[in-house]
């Protein structure tokens, strides 16, 4: 069993039969709906709203549930049913219920997955051209001076630096609060408020180093002046969307869709539609519109 739901949790479900009837259609009886979940972040009712819509094209009635609070409430959530379904990361699910994994290439990430999973629960393909792991940035002009383009080049001077740590607004939140790098353990990490804080502090030298949590293009100033390190050997490990649901809910053609989805998610179209939202655009509307671009 996942964690119990919080208190915060359970005042929010008290919200499930309102919602389910806000957004059920036709005649069918509210209480049948297949409840999508959301976490508070913006990119976590995007997802939710992307997979109920997708699900609601193949003529089942659905409902969106967004507000649960964060990882362990949500999944307490789907873990006493009161949700069918909920976006996630794949690593960093993998990491919430297996804090011993070494599992860090999508591959390795996906297996070591399914058998982390408690029963009753299962997840779809993983979206292969979403990349949400952390990014690791230098200052451009040292990166340059110093021809430091991958996290592998920077491991031999990891331990001589302090790093700047800042979350990047609007995605799901890490796991755990400790960077787990394969090859680079910095000497210290210097927890900061946000992203715009951790470019000033790099582009200022107050920090030779900074590790953003998601895509630099969700930040004030995206990554003008800084250079992103490449991870082609997964140092840090894989982080793809994926729907993670109770077992026996959706039948063949619903799982099918689930996958079509995630052979159309990118990273790109998520920070489009994640600012779509902050512009005002509500989640469904954002949502519905990129089904109706990629035919799904």
């Known amino acids: 069993m996942l964690l119990a739901a919080s208190k915060r949790m359970l005042a929010r479900l008290l919200l499930v039969t309102a919602a389910v009837t806000a957004v059920s259609c036709g005649s069918d009886d509210a209480r049948s709906a297949f409840v999508v979940g959301a976490g508070d972040s913006v990119e976590s009712r995007v997802l939710a709203e992307i997979y109920a819509g997708a699900l609601a094209r193949t003529g089942l009635t659905v409902a969106v549930l967004p507000?649960?609070?964060?990882?362990?409430?949500?999944?307490a959530a789907l873990d006493a049913g009161r949700i069918g379904l909920v976006g996630e990361h794949s690593g960093e699910l993998l990491a919430y219920l297996d804090s011993a994994t070494t599992a860090r290439t999508p591959q390795q990430v996906t297996v070591a997955l399914n058998r982390a999973l408690p029963e009753g629960i299962v997840v779809a393909d993983p979206a292969d051209g979403t990349d949400m792991r952390p990014r690791v940035l230098l200052p451009a002009e040292v990166a340059d001076r110093e021809d430091l383009r991958s996290i592998a080049?920077?491991?031999?001077?990891c331990g001589e630096w302090e790093a700047g740590i800042a979350p990047a607004p609007d995605i799901l939140r890490a796991s755990s609060a400790r960077l787990s790098i394969a090859g680079c353990d910095f000497a210290r990490e210097r927890p900061l408020p946000d992203a715009a804080t951790l470019r000033n502090a790099l582009l200022d030298g107050g920090s030779p180093v900074g590790v953003l949590s998601g895509p630099p293009a969700l930040?004030?100033?995206?990554?003008?002046?800084?250079?992103?390190?490449t991870d082609e050997d997964y140092a840090l490990p894989a982080q793809n969307v994926l729907p993670i649901f109770r077992k026996g809910m959706l039948d063949d053609r619903r799982l099918e869709k689930l996958n079509y989805v995630a052979g159309e998610l990118t990273t790109e179209d998520l920070v489009d539609l994640i600012l779509k939202v902050r512009a005002g655009t509500s989640a469904a509307t954002a949502a519905r519109d990129w089904l109706d671009e990629h035919a799904l």
């Open 67 to 75: 507000q649960l609070g964060a990882r362990p409430d949500y999944l």
């Open 153 to 157: 080049d920077i491991g031999p001077r």
């Open 219 to 229: 930040t004030p100033g995206g990554a003008d002046g800084l250079a992103i390190l």
